[in-house]
């Protein structure tokens, strides 16, 4: 059974027993999150899409906080002594997807 989910406005493919990094959702290590808003599935060759999905998949969180790699943004203006650095890590959360029902 695979699945397309609407996680954080973001959209994933999924399917059971996947691990995925998404952005950044509150919970601890070992709680379960329910995704509703279900874009399409495939069952056996069989797709539903739009207002016809009546699926809800369970995931549940591995690691709370994954930090993401290093991104940097440096602004200069030549002969002006114009130096700006600006950096940061965009945080994920890893989850398991245990079923789609």
């Keep these: 059974m695979l699945a ?3 996680i954080a406005g973001q959209q994933f493919k999924v399917q ?3 691990n995925l990094y998404v952005p950044h959702l509150s919970g601890k ?3 379960k999150v329910e995704f509703n808003e279900v874009l399409l599935v ?5 797709i539903s899409t739009g207002t016809n ?6 995931a549940e969180i591995v690691n709370e906080l994954v930090q993401g790699d290093k991104v940097i943004a ?3 203006k030549r002969r002006k002594g114009f130096r700006k650095k600006h950096g940061h890590r965009t945080h994920y959360t890893q989850i398991k997807i245990e079923s789609i029902a």
Excluded: L, P
């Design 4 to 6: 397309v989910v609407k």
């Design 16 to 18: 059971a027993g996947d």
């Design 29 to 31: 290590n070992g709680d």
């Design 42 to 46: 495939d069952n056996a060759g069989t």
């Design 53 to 58: 999905v009546k699926a809800i998949v369970k």
């Design 74 to 76: 440096f602004k200069m």
